[in-house]
């Protein structure tokens, strides 16, 4: 989408701050991205270059579950927060193995809805919505409206990658749960991202630092403040955990991978 059609529509592509959906797909080899997303990416990574293989392996957990939940008879996907758009998306996985199966992405990046627009055209089973995902009822609202997601079905809420996006003020928790409660029984939800356990303090301060002032501040939390944020779900085995070698159970030598697949 050409940038007057974003301004048309009353968003606005900032090329010179970092934006974390397009340092996710630096990390992870994707031409997506301008020099400010590279210099802020190349600076954490300089401190913590295990963000690289970890955001990696989180990206084939997607591709993993999303193909694994399939098979298991799953034919709706909601997926809050996507990010760019890079190979093997949601519905590229889905679609492959079910091709009835349906694919909702919500995100509120102005590049991501660039991409959207261009990739999702010719997919009449994936539909994409601009919204903040901490916005739960038009979030909600707005993927019913796309025509592809029945409440009253199974289906499978996708949080990848995702928790580093809500604010120490926001109630992380809560909006999960509004999610995850309007959703019919049997209905899964995914979590995973990386956890900052094995950050040195530097490259802590340093992520904050860097995208403290973007659209959606990332903050990466503990595995005791991601356990805390869980609490009460029912987990499918094998657990939360490292997701690298998800869904077998596998050993926990690279702990910057974590989460895994929840009851709702």
Not at 158 to 175: K, N, Q, S
Request: glycine share 8%; with cysteine.
């Amino acid at each position: 989408m050409p940038d007057h059609d974003l301004r048309s529509a009353g968003l606005e592509l900032d090329t010179t701050k970092p934006s974390p959906a397009r340092v996710y797909d630096y990390f992870i080899g994707g031409k997506d991205n301008f020099a400010a997303d590279r210099a802020a990416a190349d600076m954490v990574l300089k401190d913590w270059p295990e963000i690289r293989p970890a955001a990696l392996a989180n990206r084939r957990f997607l591709s993993r579950v999303v193909a694994e939940l399939t098979r298991r008879g799953f034919r709706q996907f909601l997926d809050l927060g996507s990010g760019l758009p890079t190979q093997e998306n949601v519905h590229h996985v889905a679609q492959r193995i079910a091709p009835d199966a349906r694919v909702v992405y919500v995100d509120n990046d102005p590049m991501v809805l660039a991409h959207a627009r261009a990739l999702l055209d010719d997919s009449s089973g994936t539909r994409y919505v601009h919204a903040d995902l901490r916005d739960v009822d038009e979030v909600l609202r707005a993927a019913l409206d796309t025509g592809l997601i029945d409440y009253d079905e199974p289906l499978v809420l996708l949080m990848v990658a995702v928790l580093p996006f809500f604010r120490e003020t926001d109630d992380a928790r809560g909006i999960i749960t509004r999610y995850t409660g309007a959703l019919a029984p049997g209905s899964l939800f995914v979590c995973s991202g990386m956890v900052s356990n094995t950050a040195p303090p530097e490259a802590a301060a340093r992520i904050r630092q860097q995208f403290g002032s973007a659209p959606s501040p990332a903050l990466i939390r503990t595995r005791a403040q991601v356990n805390e944020i869980l609490d009460g779900f029912e987990v499918e085995p094998p657990g939360l955990g490292n997701v690298r070698t998800w869904p077998d159970p596998g050993p926990d030598e690279f702990p910057l991978n974590y989460g895994g697949v929840l009851r709702v």
